[in-house]
């Protein structure tokens, strides 16, 4: 279990983590979302005592990361695949932090053959690709055994394989009672993988919540149904009290009612209904409702793409001279 208590980050005039009190538990994969910015990776590096607060505590199973003797034993962790030294090999990468932690040698091989690197033990990590060099970052996180593991991007650089492995990975390593905090910005892969889920925006708690809640909270919920016959499921339904709303290519969006009773009225008045499907938002579409006060950094696409009538490119806002040499490298 992790549990952070008034957690404060300071860097100056700037607050990256703002009095943030939540807890992870045993046994679900809690994932962790937030915006660029929003104070993600410094939360987890205070975990690990990495950095430390201005305010506030977090503690490891009752106890400060610094206080843990082996402390790999104790809590795995990815916050940077590419941590190595280049001229060591896999193997001596993952030999060293065993050695250093009372880890037995034979755990080594244990772990690489895990994460599917066995055939290049011995091999430099410099010529790794990246997703070879997660593979590794993963590997050393389970060397310890560990009962908590923290993954911060646990999927960057994998292949479509990998991200299933892993996906599967931390929810087996959770079904054993082990504690799974991951922090992702692929919602769609976050949606497949965690029961739970924390969220901050500009390093304060906006939501501490079951994945399941989170969307039905910050996003809307509705009924579409497609009949040959609109106008009279339409009054049908008004006949009813119910509001019905035409959204074109004959459909109709209904909020507030289960899709079985709109089955049941259009069946009672023997219309024909060529759709009838609950539609609930992703939860990419609920994250974005929910943290659009607190985004920092906004992109402009009007920007990329801007250009005059004759079709010379428009100086972004800000450029100054740097757009002239720009557009001189380019060509234009």
């Given at each position: 279990?992790?549990?952070?208590?008034?957690?404060?980050?300071?860097?100056?005039?700037?607050?990256?983590v703002?009095?943030?009190?939540?807890?992870?538990?045993?046994?679900?994969?809690?994932?962790?979302?937030?915006?660029?910015?929003?104070?993600?990776?410094?939360?987890?590096?205070m975990?690990?005592?990495?950095?430390?607060?201005?305010?506030?505590?977090?503690?490891?199973?009752?106890?400060?990361?610094?206080?843990?003797?082996?402390?790999?034993?104790?809590?795995?962790?990815?916050?940077d695949?590419?941590?190595?030294?280049?001229?060591?090999?896999?193997?001596?990468?993952?030999?060293?932090?065993?050695?250093?932690?009372?880890?037995?040698r034979?755990?080594?091989?244990?772990?690489?053959?895990?994460?599917?690197?066995?055939?290049?033990?011995?091999?430099?990590?410099?010529?790794?690709?990246?997703?070879?060099?997660?593979?590794?970052?993963?590997a050393?996180?389970?060397?310890?055994?560990?009962?908590?593991?923290?993954?911060?991007?646990?999927?960057?650089?994998?292949?479509?394989e990998?991200?299933?492995?892993?996906?599967?990975?931390?929810?087996?390593?959770?079904?054993?009672?082990?504690?799974?905090?991951?922090?992702?910005?692929?919602?769609?892969?976050?949606?497949?993988?965690?029961?739970?889920?924390?969220?901050?925006?500009?390093?304060?708690?906006?939501?501490?919540?079951?994945?399941?809640?989170?969307?039905?909270?910050?996003?809307?919920?509705?009924?579409?149904?497609?009949?040959?016959?609109?106008?009279?499921?339409?009054?049908?339904?008004?006949?009813?009290?119910?509001?019905?709303?035409?959204?074109g290519?004959?459909?109709?969006?209904?909020?507030?009612?289960?899709?079985?009773?709109?089955?049941?009225?259009?069946?009672?008045?023997?219309?024909?209904?060529?759709?009838?499907?609950?539609?609930?938002?992703?939860?990419?579409?609920?994250?974005?409702?929910?943290?659009?006060?607190?985004?920092?950094?906004?992109?402009?696409?009007?920007?990329?793409?801007?250009a005059?009538?004759?079709?010379?490119?428009?100086?972004?806002?800000?450029?100054?001279?740097?757009?002239?040499?720009?557009?001189?490298?380019?060509?234009?």
């Amino acid at each position: 279990m992790i549990e952070l208590d008034g957690l404060t980050k300071h860097y100056g005039d700037k607050v990256a983590v703002d009095r943030l009190t939540c807890t992870v538990r045993p046994g679900i994969v809690t994932g962790f979302l937030g915006p660029n910015g929003a104070g993600k990776s410094t939360t987890m590096r205070m975990m690990l005592d990495l950095d430390s607060p201005t305010e506030g505590t977090v503690r490891i199973d009752g106890r400060h990361y610094r206080q843990l003797r082996d402390p790999l034993t104790y809590v795995g962790a990815l916050l940077d695949a590419k941590a190595t030294h280049g001229g060591r090999s896999a193997y001596h990468h993952l030999l060293c932090l065993a050695q250093s932690n009372g880890i037995p040698r034979a755990r080594v091989a244990e772990v690489l053959d895990t994460v599917g690197l066995a055939s290049v033990a011995k091999k430099r990590t410099k010529g790794f690709s990246l997703g070879m060099g997660q593979r590794l970052g993963i590997a050393a996180a389970l060397l310890g055994d560990p009962q908590v593991l923290l993954f911060d991007e646990p999927v960057n650089g994998l292949d479509p394989e990998g991200i299933h492995w892993i996906r599967n990975l931390m929810k087996d390593l959770a079904a054993q009672g082990r504690t799974i905090f991951v922090s992702s910005h692929l919602m769609s892969e976050m949606a497949l993988t965690a029961d739970h889920l924390i969220v901050i925006g500009q390093g304060r708690l906006m939501a501490d919540t079951s994945m399941a809640d989170f969307i039905a909270e910050n996003s809307r919920s509705y009924v579409r149904l497609r009949s040959p016959e609109q106008e009279k499921l339409r009054d049908l339904l008004g006949a009813e009290g119910i509001r019905a709303v035409a959204v074109g290519n004959g459909s109709l969006e209904v909020d507030g009612v289960p899709a079985a009773r709109l089955g049941e009225l259009a069946a009672r008045g023997r219309l024909v209904l060529h759709e009838l499907s609950p539609q609930q938002a992703s939860l990419e579409e609920a994250f974005m409702q929910l943290t659009a006060p607190s985004v920092e950094y906004h992109a402009h696409a009007d920007h990329q793409a801007a250009a005059r009538a004759d079709g010379t490119p428009v100086q972004p806002e800000g450029w100054g001279a740097g757009w002239q040499q720009h557009r001189q490298k380019k060509g234009s």
